[in-house]
């Protein structure tokens, strides 16, 4: 079998929900999408491709492990039921990162406020949590030995979820607002920057374009988080360029204004 037949099979006997299987562009695209979690060129992935369990993707993840196609240090993290496929060594040095050169800048967007603000107040919520996610992820031997998914207990309950899967997918931006207030934002007819990163897939001669990043932040605090989008720039780009299994990295920007946005 090729390359992409080994990912298709495993993707269709680990991940199906019920009777339905995913489809061939699906499983090509999640394939995609974990190379390059394998590759370092992004910390993790959250799955969303179907109902598919933790336990389940755990064993896709093990089947591909078994076959030699990705690492051990993939890991299963289950955070309060969404799943993630993490590459341990990767989000540990951004999260590090993080901790030691203020790499993210977060934006807070509670309903209350008028417009989107950079949220200085927030920055040792922020410090805690990236303190507790390096403490799940432990050492390498300790996680690669992990014979069930990671999940995190009940303290990420008090997390803003936003705020940690930016974290988790390497976002240099990343939104927050006070989940025990209330869910909304105030994002609605906000002009957004919407920064996404692509490349192609070439194996087996067939090549299938996939996207690597997309994450926006508000148009009006560009001056604010650009420096940090710059930085992630010029990372992603040499990262890109020390290995050979995704080709033509094209990183693009656009303008969106809409009525909601759901984070």
Not at 173 to 199: G, H, R
Not at 211 to 240: D, G, M, N, Y
Request: hydrophobic fraction near 40%.
């Amino acid at each position: 079998m090729s390359t992409q037949e080994l990912f298709v099979a495993a993707a269709r006997k680990c991940l199906c929900v019920g009777r339905k299987s995913l489809s061939m562009s699906q499983c090509l695209e999640l394939a995609a999408q974990v190379l390059a979690v394998n590759l370092g060129l992004k910390p993790a992935i959250l799955y969303d491709s179907n109902g598919a369990c933790a336990a389940q993707i755990k064993r896709y993840l093990s089947s591909l492990q078994s076959l030699q196609l990705v690492s051990e240090s993939l890991v299963t993290l289950d955070l309060n039921g969404n799943s993630l496929i993490v590459n341990t060594e990767t989000v540990r040095s951004n999260l590090e990162r993080v901790l030691d050169e203020d790499g993210v800048a977060v934006i807070d967007v509670r309903h209350s406020l008028e417009k989107p603000a950079i949220a200085n107040s927030q920055r040792g919520e922020l410090k805690s949590v990236t303190q507790d996610l390096l403490l799940l992820l432990g050492g390498p031997q300790q996680v690669e030995e992990a014979e069930e998914p990671l999940r995190v207990g009940d303290k990420c309950e008090e997390w803003n979820l936003c705020t940690v899967f930016g974290l988790l997918l390497g976002y240099p931006v990343t939104y927050w607002f006070d989940q025990t207030k209330s869910f909304e934002n105030c994002l609605s007819m906000t002009p957004l920057t919407v920064i996404t990163a692509s490349a192609t897939w070439q194996a087996d001669g067939a090549g299938h374009r996939c996207c690597l990043f997309s994450f926006s932040f508000p148009a009006a605090l560009q001056e604010e988080t650009q420096p940090k989008v710059e930085i992630w720039k010029l990372r992603l780009h040499k990262r890109f360029e020390q290995q050979p299994v995704l080709k033509d990295l094209h990183i693009s920007q656009s303008s969106v204004t809409l009525s909601s946005v759901c984070l």
